[in-house]
């Protein structure tokens, strides 16, 4: 079975665990994950997803794409690169003032 969270593939195998407050919860749940991802609903209300993943294209995208309602608890190559997309946006906004 494929380590991708698209269309996209690697060759190394990350741990992937991401967490999903409340508001966004409902959605996540009601998504069709694959049946090896590990889904557990939070006391907080939250959803924690724990995945293998072998590239961080799709993934990053569809963290990036909750905003505020996301966050990445592992892996921290994946934090950074969300880090890092956040800087040059950050960094588009400015330069367009």
């Not at 741990?15 to 749940?29: C, G, K, M, Q, T």
């Not at 998504?31 to 995945?51: A, F, Q």
């Amino acid at each position: 079975m494929s380590r991708g969270f698209g269309s996209h593939t690697g060759e190394t195998d990350f741990s992937v665990i991401l967490e999903f407050d409340a508001f966004a919860a409902p959605y996540i749940l009601e998504e069709r994950w694959r049946p090896d991802w590990e889904i557990e609903e939070l006391t907080s209300g939250g959803v924690r997803i724990k995945m293998k993943l072998n590239h961080f294209v799709d993934v990053r995208r569809y963290v990036l794409s909750w905003g505020r309602h996301a966050a990445v608890m592992a892996p921290p190559e994946l934090r950074e690169a969300i880090r890092e997309e956040l800087g040059a946006m950050r960094e588009m906004g400015r330069a367009a003032k």
